[in-house]
């Protein structure tokens, strides 16, 4: 680009979109730029951690979800047992991989 802000510019230029699809385009601008630029972030994890691991890290966290949506004392309480377990499976794996 000989011009860094030719987009936005263009943009300026259409006075005839409304506040919406101005937000959209200027985003979808911002955000391609970047990509391009920069690319995707790959996600990361510690070469020492297995697979099995990683899995019970990710049923974890789901398990984290349902009990941060429970409503009622109750299941609240059901989701927290549940999590406590997944909790304590993922140490004992990880404490397992490090050795």
């Known amino acids: 680009l000989s011009n860094r802000f030719q987009a936005l510019q263009d943009q300026l230029e259409s006075q005839d979109m409304d506040i919406e699809s101005q937000w959209q385009h200027t ?53 927290q047992e549940e999590y406590t377990a997944a909790d304590k499976e993922v140490k004992k794996s990880v404490r397992k991989d490090k050795r």
């Open 27 to 79: 985003k979808e601008t911002w955000l391609g730029t970047c990509e391009e630029v920069l690319g995707r972030k790959k996600p990361e994890h510690k070469e020492w951690i297995s697979a099995s691991t990683l899995q019970r890290l990710e049923e974890r966290k789901e398990k984290k979800a349902v009990l941060n949506m429970c409503r009622t004392r109750s299941a609240k309480e059901r989701a």
